[in-house]
Structures are given as structure tokens and as C-alpha cells.
């Protein structure tokens, strides 16, 4: 079975800090991808990642960025957090040559 | 630009009482229809995909179909366990050439026994 781990199931940070999001996949896949998951909105692309050191912007990157050094590990970074990050951030990876996705369990963040 | 939206926005079912959740997509070049099923404070878990309209697929009570507009969910005698959000999207592609999945907002199952 295919494993998506995500570093914290719940974080609480004060505007202004940085933050890093960190996700692990156990099957050796090449596209890795970060969401954001809000009530009313569902989820949203963040940044996603088709290689070691590679990504691409998704719909909403403003105030993100990411990080992959190792093809099984791909970060989210919140430079400076600000209170509309307060969300629900979901992990998911897959193989290049199969559309499905798979999704860690997810790390709620609230920023004060 | 891509749209999917689901419909009903909730639904409550009593146990044994079947039902379909709805969800229409304006996908340019869809390249597959997904279907998810979501605890509340949990990641998304797959359930189906579909690639051309006609086809079906079964799991337990669930069946999903497939139009050229829409999909549905049917789900059969269900239990209080298929209490969950049901999530749909459609894969298109981006001005960089890859892939990516845009989601409808969801439908929330509660069944009751």
C-alpha cells in the first residue's frame, strides 16, 4: 500500500514565523503535490513537484514555496505566516505513469 | 476554466436507503474523472477512476458512472459506516503540460441507523 506521511497532524504558529510542512512517501513516486483545503473552496494546488529539485506553481502559491531534495520527501514553506494560511494542508503523491493520487493525512494549521 | 461541482451539498440517508450524489465537470481534455471518500480530520483515501463516458465501476455499495457531462456516486443499502465526504474531481492539464486534478467541494454523507 502506498504511504503518505505528513509531519504534524495539528500546528500552531504566530504570524510572522516560518514554517515548514513536511511530507514523506513510501513508493518511490515521481509527482509529489501540496493542497490547502478549505471549508466552501475544496481543495486547492498549492505547488507540486515532477522530479528531485523540480516544481511547478499550482493555482495558488502566492506567500509559499517548496523544497524537494530527495525524491521521497517534498516541503511546503511559509516564509512569513499570516493568518489567512490558518487551513487544513494536504500532502499527495503519485506515480508519473498513473494519474491516481494519494493522500497523507494531513496537517491542520492555525496561525494566531 | 475548469469547473467540477457536486451536488447535493449534504445528504442524509437512513441506513438501507439508496441514493446517488451528483458531480458535473467542465473540464477541457478530461483525462479522468477521480472519486475520493474523506474522514473528518483525514487525508482523502481513493475510491475510483473513470476515463470515458459509459464506464462503471463497483466497490462494496459504491458504483460510479460516467457521462460526458457528469459522474454519480450510487451508493447501495448503505451503512452508517459510508458516513463521509465524498470528493470528485477531473484531471486536465495545465499551460506547463502536466496534470492536475481540479475538485468539486463535496457532497457530506451521513447515514443513520
Known amino acids: 500500500d502506498v504511504k503518505v506521511t505528513q509531519s504534524s497532524r495539528y500546528l500552531v504558529k504566530r504570524t510572522g514565523e516560518k514554517v515548514f510542512l513536511e511530507c514523506v512517501q513510501d513508493?518511490?513516486?515521481?509527482?509529489m503535490f501540496w493542497y490547502r483545503q478549505d471549508p466552501g473552496l475544496g481543495l486547492r494546488l498549492i505547488y507540486f513537484s515532477y522530479d528531485v529539485k523540480m516544481k511547478e506553481k499550482g493555482d495558488i502559491p502566492e506567500g509559499y514555496s517548496v523544497s524537494r531534495e530527495k525524491k521521497e520527501r517534498f516541503s511546503l514553506i511559509l516564509e512569513s505566516a499570516s493568518t489567512n494560511q490558518t487551513s487544513m494542508y494536504l500532502c499527495a503523491s503519485r506515480s508519473r505513469t498513473d494519474p491516481d493520487q494519494y493522500f497523507g493525512p494531513g496537517t491542520r494549521l492555525t496561525v494566531t | 476554466e475548469d469547473q467540477v461541482t457536486q451536488s447535493p451539498e449534504a445528504l442524509r440517508l437512513q441506513e438501507g436507503e439508496s441514493s446517488s450524489l451528483n458531480c458535473s465537470y467542465t473540464v477541457s481534455g478530461l483525462r479522468g474523472l477521480f472519486w475520493y471518500r474523506q474522514d473528518p480530520g483525514k487525508g482523502p483515501e481513493f475510491l475510483f477512476t473513470l476515463y470515458s463516458a459509459g464506464e462503471e465501476k463497483e466497490k462494496e455499495r459504491l458504483k460510479a458512472t460516467l457521462t460526458k457531462k457528469e459522474s454519480f456516486l450510487h451508493i447501495t443499502a448503505p451503512k452508517p459506516e459510508d458516513s463521509a465526504t465524498y470528493l470528485c474531481?477531473?484531471?486536465?492539464?495545465?499551460?506547463?503540460?502536466?496534470?492536475?486534478?481540479?475538485f468539486g467541494t463535496g457532497t457530506r454523507l451521513l447515514v443513520s441507523p
Open positions: 474531481a477531473g484531471s486536465s492539464f495545465m499551460n506547463t503540460g502536466f496534470q492536475k486534478l481540479v
Open positions: 513508493m518511490d513516486h515521481e509527482n
